[in-house]
Structure formats: structure tokens, C-alpha cells
């Protein structure tokens, strides 16, 4: 009984020294947690996400957690990547493989030709030499579990057109459009899908290098990326893209829209 009474009067004792409330410095700690949180959104929202490694993240949680595309067996811009990379690694041709650059892109993964391997100067003409490029990379843009669209894309320097040559391309607009339009031709020769192709021609106002944040795109940019041949030679070249959405996803609402109209009739 007298253990009992002292233990009460323990625990009142120290209910009655400690103040009531959180301690003073967590009220610090949690605006510094605040703060730390907000910092790093504004990372990520000002960052360039990278289609391509999102993708290859999201394939390797999902052999832990499940994949929906993966169990259909449809292509991602990973797999897209690592067949054109093999590709590339078993081309004989060293000068070629020296021309072709895989990187990935916001726009999603990129093939990067330079002129020096597609046209010769001024000319909107694919060489012969070209053509052994579209006999390995059309095999995969045909897989039948590839859905992605290809666009082409020609890229100029900015140098003016030759007079000789301005009846033809009267500005590098016609000749990056042209370029683009040759290899669309030569695929569908190869049977690509049409509804899957599309060719635009962006002239000298989408250099190799894009400007650092926070600076843009603008004439400036462009004029220091072609002021040496180097970098002209850079720029001068055609891309082959894959964008992240594919043909499926695009046509996804229409087929929606033709399952709801026949379950509802």
C-alpha cells in the first residue's frame, strides 16, 4: 500500500514539471522541413524530364509490381533505344557509326543522321550509302509490337542557300523540308505504315544544342551554335523520332468512343 501511494505521488509530480505544447525548436524544425520540401518541387518543376529514363525506371519497378504494356508485349522508348544501340554496335562501318548519335529528348528518343552520311550538300538526294541506315533501322520501326509513331525531321545550318540553287530550295526551309519528305518516301517504299509517318523541316532554328536554363532559344543562340564548322556540321544532319505517345494511345478515345456507341445502341 505505501508503494502505491508514492507512485502517485510520482506521477503527479511529473505530470506537473512538464509544460504542455510541442517543444520550442520544433516549430523551427518544421519550417525548415517546409521550406526543404518546396526547394525541391521547384527543382523538379523547372527540370527537363527525360522520357526515355523515365521509362526505363518505370520497366524496372514493374518487373517487381506488374507492367500493363509490358504483359501486351508493346515496344517502350527503352526498348526502342537498346534495339537501335545494339544495332548501331554491330555496324561495320566505323565512318557511319561515327555519323549517328542515340540520345533521348522531352520529344522522346532521338536518331541523329548527319549530312555528311544522308545528302551531300544542297541536295535533297539520300546517298547510297544511306540506304544500308534504313535497311537496319526498318525492321525495328515495323516490329509488330512497335506503335510509335516516326517522325522525320530535317535540320539545316544557318548559311543562305547557293544562287545556283535557290530555284530549287529558295531558303533552308524548303531543303530541311524536302530531306524530310526524301526519307518519308524511301520508307514507304520499305512498306512503313503512311498513317504513322511524318516529315517537317525545321531549317537552322532547332540546333544540335539546346541553350542552358534559364536561357532560350533565340537568334543569338542559334548564330553561336554555327559559328564554327564544327557546329555547323552539327546542325546540319536529320532525325528520326519516337515520340512517347504512341499510334495506340492516340486512336485510344476513338475506340472508347466506338465501344460506348455500340453498347449503347
Known amino acids: 500500500m505505501p508503494k502505491t501511494l508514492n507512485f502517485k505521488k510520482g506521477f503527479k509530480a511529473g505530470v506537473s514539471s512538464v509544460d504542455e505544447g510541442l517543444p520550442g525548436w520544433f516549430g523551427t524544425f518544421a519550417d525548415m522541413m517546409t521550406l ?3 526547394f525541391f518541387v521547384l527543382l523538379v518543376a523547372m527540370s527537363t524530364l527525360d522520357p526515355v529514363k523515365l521509362q526505363e525506371m518505370a520497366d524496372s519497378m514493374g518487373k517487381s509490381v506488374g507492367s500493363t504494356k509490358k504483359m501486351e508485349g508493346a515496344m517502350d522508348l527503352a526498348d526502342i533505344k537498346s534495339e537501335v544501340v545494339a544495332m548501331l554496335e554491330e555496324q561495320e562501318n566505323e565512318a557511319m557509326k561515327e555519323q549517328m ?6 520529344k522522346g528518343l532521338v536518331i541523329s543522321i548527319s549530312q555528311e552520311a544522308s545528302f551531300d550538300p544542297g541536295s535533297a538526294t539520300p546517298k547510297k550509302g544511306f540506304q544500308s541506315i534504313l535497311d537496319k533501322l526498318v525492321p525495328i520501326i515495323n516490329a509488330p509490337n512497335n506503335y510509335h509513331p516516326v517522325l522525320i525531321e530535317g535540320h539545316t545550318d544557318d548559311r543562305p ?3 545556283r540553287l535557290q530555284r530549287v530550295f529558295p531558303t533552308n526551309w524548303e ?3 524536302a530531306r524530310a519528305s526524301s526519307i518519308v518516301r524511301k520508307l514507304l517504299t520499305m512498306e512503313v505504315d503512311p498513317l504513322r509517318l511524318e516529315a517537317t523541316g525545321m531549317a537552322e532554328f532547332s540546333p544540335r544544342k539546346k541553350p542552358p536554363f534559364p536561357r532560350l532559344l533565340d537568334q543569338s543562340w542559334i548564330a553561336e551554335t554555327n559559328n564554327s564548322p564544327e557546329g555547323r556540321a552539327e546542325n546540319r544532319r536529320v532525325e528520326i523520332v519516337f515520340p512517347k505517345k ?9 475506340v472508347e468512343e466506338v465501344i460506348e456507341t455500340a453498347s449503347s445502341e
Do not use: C, H, N, R
Not at 548519335?101 to 522531352?106: A, K, L, M, Q, R
Open 36 to 38: 526543404l520540401m518546396a
Open 175 to 177: 531543303l530541311s523540308s
Open 161 to 163: 542557300i547557293p544562287k
Open 101 to 106: 548519335e542515340v540520345y533521348s529528348s522531352p
Open 246 to 254: 504512341t499510334m495506340k494511345d492516340q486512336m485510344g478515345p476513338k
